[in-house]
């Protein structure tokens, strides 16, 4: 029985290729084969390919939460619980303030973590698919972060709804 079945579509016109792999067990090692449907070549090749290609669909899928330049970012605005702050990069590019609700100098290094961890942060779990927003505490969110660029140009948006066993829901 083979220990995987790999499916290839390829090229624009998406022809069918197969591989199929198998392992057996010689002199106390595991060696791994692959052969390729129609031909008639087997081919011994690295275990660790095996391991590559033994995933389910959630160790694929992309998890990151925002894809963006931290170096764009020139205005971030947080909402959470009815309140809504907005925070500036300066002219110089290297002060934050904060514009709204009231004017404030910002702590640079607080803004930069912020940023950071946005950019770095990935999903722990997914919901399924075809749940209602209003289910996460998502519609409307309980918090949200949005992030823009110079030009006003919205770079991306968090929202973050009820905690859930993985970590808040966004």
């Known amino acids: ?6 499916s290839i579509w390829k090229g624009p016109e998406r022809s069918l290729q197969q591989v199929t792999l198998g392992k057996i067990q010689a002199g106390g090692k ?3 084969f692959a052969v390729r449907a129609g031909a008639g ?6 275990e660790q390919i095996l391991k590559d290609v033994d ?17 764009e970012v020139r205005r971030v605005v947080i909402a959470s619980g009815g309140e809504q702050w907005t925070i500036e990069k300066g002219a110089a590019g290297d002060e934050w303030e904060i514009t709204a609700p009231a004017p404030a100098k910002a702590r640079p290094h ?4 912020v940023l950071y961890n946005l950019t770095n942060l990935k999903a ?14 998502l519609d409307p969110p309980k918090r949200s972060v949005t992030l823009f660029d110079g030009s006003g140009k919205e770079l991306g948006r968090l929202a973050i709804g009820k905690d859930t066993t993985s970590g808040p829901a966004a």
Do not use: C, H, S
Request: aromatic letters at 12%; proline letters at 10%.
């Open 110 to 113: 607080k803004m930069n973590a």
């Open 124 to 137: 722990a779990d997914f919901a399924p698919v075809g749940a209602p927003p209003r289910e996460f505490e």
């Open 1 to 6: 029985r083979p220990a995987a079945v790999l």
């Open 55 to 71: 995933k389910k669909p959630f160790d694929l899928q992309y998890k990151k939460a925002l894809d963006f330049k931290r170096d």
């Open 30 to 32: 595991t060696k791994l």
């Open 41 to 46: 070549t087997v081919w011994e090749i690295a």
